[in-house]
């Protein structure tokens, strides 16, 4: 038996039936025929394959890949998409591994995943699998962070257009639009301990250390320690925001007296008015209140091995 033959007999006895969940807009290498080709000649003999023009519209599809008894499930696109597939998959025995083909993928460069299509496509057959948690705000999973108030402002005006063109400095440019960061009265909740009460900008939860713009924000943040980061900034104007974001670059994020940063498992907070949130970079609509929980090893993802 030769080795490739070898290879192909160990892909097929670990995955089963796999499925790609794909953002049809998003590219990553030679696109989409160059990985269904890459899988076949892998050895993947059970092959289920969805594209959708949106990422809101992926997780009915992944839904459809668990009914049809996937055991491996490739996400093509950005953080948006594999928020949705992660919603979808959350529980289920299925592995997500990711290719990440957005214009953000945070979560993917968080765990070591490469923007190689190649490279991608073998962590996915023959990675590692890490049982990882996931946030849960108001009823929706989270990978990567969640927030409000000035940072879901700035989601909601970092179209899709401008992100499109601009990359990462879609965030810089609309963070200058909004640098106000007009306060409001917030209450925070930590494990039924009340922990914040005054006038804040912007609230976070985070499973990870690097959020929204590459802004590494939780300088101790795990996706697999059972807890999420907490953080809120008291920050209020242009002045303030520089001071707090060089902090977070150049040092650690608590280190800022706009912020304050904690852990737990569960959370609730409480505007005096609505607020944009966001989750992983989509944003949602306003609300007063935000429930926030862990959900410690919701999600297996497929990710490098530890010593490569």
């Keep these: 038996m030769s080795p490739s033959t070898t290879v192909k007999s160990d892909i097929r006895s670990r995955t089963g039936t796999v499925a790609v969940v794909a953002h049809r807009k998003k590219t990553l290498g030679a696109g989409l025929d160059a990985?269904?080709?890459?899988?076949?000649?892998?050895?993947?003999?059970?092959?289920?394959?969805?594209?959708?023009p949106k990422s809101r519209k992926a997780p009915k599809k992944a839904r459809e890949a668990l009914r049809k008894g996937a055991d491996l499930v490739f996400v093509w696109g950005g953080d948006g998409m594999v928020q949705r597939c992660a919603d979808a998959l959350a529980g289920a025995d299925a592995a997500m591994a990711i290719l990440p083909a957005g214009t953000a993928n945070l979560f993917a460069a968080n765990l070591g995943i490469p923007t190689d299509l190649a490279q991608a496509v073998q962590i996915g057959l023959r990675g590692r699998r890490r049982t990882l948690d996931l946030g849960r705000l108001n009823g929706e999973h989270f990978a990567v962070m969640a927030g409000a108030g000035f940072d879901g402002d700035l989601i909601r005006e970092a179209d899709r257009k401008l992100k499109g063109r601009l990359g990462r400095a879609a965030y810089v440019w609309t963070g200058l639009r909004h640098v106000r960061g007009e306060l409001t009265r917030t209450r925070i909740t930590v494990d039924g301990t009340d922990w914040f009460d005054g006038e804040a900008s912007c609230v976070l939860f985070g499973n990870v250390g690097t959020i929204t713009g590459g802004v590494p924000a939780f300088d101790d943040a795990r996706p697999d320690d059972g807890a999420l980061e907490i953080g809120v900034s008291t920050a209020s104007g242009a002045v303030d925001w520089a001071r707090t974001l060089g902090r977070m670059a150049t040092g650690r994020s608590e280190d800022s007296p706009?912020?304050?940063?904690t852990r737990g498992r569960r959370?609730?907070?409480?505007?005096?008015?609505?607020?944009?949130?966001?989750?992983d970079g989509g944003a949602r609509g306003r609300t007063r209140r935000l429930r926030v929980k862990v959900v410690p090893g919701a999600l297996t993802v497929c990710c490098p091995d530890a010593d490569g």
């Design 35 to 52: 990985l269904r080709a890459a899988l076949v000649s892998a050895g993947v003999e059970r092959l289920l394959w969805y594209e959708v």
């Design 258 to 261: 706009f912020v304050r940063i």
């Design 267 to 279: 959370v609730k907070v409480r505007f005096a008015e609505p607020k944009t949130y966001e989750l």
